[in-house]
Nanobody
């Protein structure tokens, strides 16, 4: 059974940092893209960042570029999202996802597996 389990969310003041972790299990994720999406209340789920299984290619949403960094530990099937200089508009539930290549990294429907989400709240 494939599982993606997120951790690391919480409440932080604007300008602060958080690191999200996603532990994937249940299958081999070689050849998979792992990604983070987020969903604020009343909004659609939106792409945040993605990384190839090799870790050689990364993609970011314009809204987080330069502030967030995605990384991956292939040995442990763990994806990390380091979030710095957080803003109130970053407040959302953050979801980890995984999908086999080829896929459109920014497209929600292209991902096969999803975690349960972790809440990130940034206070002003």
């Amino acid at each position: 059974q494939v599982q993606l389990v997120e951790s690391g969310g919480g409440v932080v003041q604007a300008g602060g940092s958080l690191r999200l972790s996603c532990a994937a299990s249940g299958r081999s994720f070689g050849g998979y893209v792992m990604a983070w999406f987020r969903q604020a209340p009343g909004m659609e789920r939106e792409f945040v960042a993605a990384i190839m299984s090799s870790g050689g290619s990364t993609w970011y949403a314009d809204a987080v570029k330069g502030r967030f960094t995605i990384s991956r530990d292939g040995a442990t099937n763990t994806a990390l999202l380091q979030m710095n200089s957080l803003k109130p508009e970053d407040t959302a539930v953050y979801y980890c996802s995984a999908g086999p290549t080829p896929l459109s990294v920014r497209t929600v429907d292209d991902y096969s597996y999803w975690g349960q989400g972790t809440q990130v709240t940034v206070s002003s």
